[in-house]
């Protein structure tokens, strides 16, 4: 089945130490998206790609990059996680921009 | 950032019962789309809306696209215990920016009690 798959499901890291996390997706999608999602809200945009081209939301802390090496993955990379970046991030992909996202499962990122 | 009035903010009802809830805006919206998610996991599509009027049924889930195009509302029958989760309805702003970013309501928390 086509589907947008994030790894890990959960990472602990240490306050201060980069993290990776990672989404791959088989839906051939243009677009991938990272949210950030805390307890109860709802998902925070971070940024996205439209293929290569990446767009940053205003409001999206420098501590947080991503890439995108192919059509197929995308990664967030925390720089110097702090204990307020303990959260869920999701990885969702669309088509194209006028169209559903897709989400993947998340990945419970843990800040000690 | 703006974001939909989503109502009610939480439901308990009785296996069987009907639900409903809706999303309002004062902002006119192109797409409007309905999400359930589970705890520790992804939201996952439930419906998705991209025309005024437009009226789509997905097995006991029924959604609509308002006229106005301000707003939208999802409706449950005969609720079951797998229906447990929170529904965020999201939108697409009409002559926003083009890369079709989503503004998210605040979630209904729905409890189906056996």
């Known amino acids: 089945d086509a589907m947008v798959i994030q790894n890990p499901r959960y990472q602990v890291t240490q306050f201060g130490k980069p993290v990776t996390l990672s989404c791959s997706q088989t839906l051939n999608h243009n677009v991938m998206y990272w949210y950030q999602q805390k307890s109860s809200q709802a998902p925070k945009l971070l940024f996205h790609y439209y293929d290569k081209d990446f767009n940053n939301e205003a409001d999206t802390p420098d501590n947080f990059q991503s890439r995108r090496p192919n059509t197929s993955f995308c990664f967030l990379d925390i720089r110097s996680p702090g204990l307020g970046d303990a959260a869920m991030y999701l990885c969702a992909t669309s088509r194209d921009s006028d169209y559903e996202q897709y989400f993947g499962p998340g990945t419970r990122l843990t800040v000690t | 950032g703006q974001q939909l009035n989503q109502s009610p903010q939480s439901m308990f009802i009785q296996e069987g019962e009907d639900v409903s809830m809706n999303c309002t805006s004062s902002s006119i919206f192109n797409t409007w789309l309905w999400y359930k998610q589970d705890p520790g996991e992804g939201p996952v599509l439930l419906i998705a809306?991209?025309?005024?009027?437009e009226l789509t049924s997905n097995g006991r889930l029924t959604a609509q696209f308002g006229i106005t195009r301000k707003d939208s509302f999802l409706n449950i029958s005969a609720s079951i215990p797998s229906d447990v989760g929170i529904y965020f309805c999201?939108?697409?702003?009409?002559?926003?920016?083009?890369?079709?970013?989503?503004?998210f309501g605040q979630g209904t928390i729905l409890t189906v009690h056996p």
């Open positions: 999201a939108g697409q702003l009409a002559g926003g920016t083009s890369y079709g970013k989503l503004t």
């Open positions: 809306l991209y025309k005024a009027g």
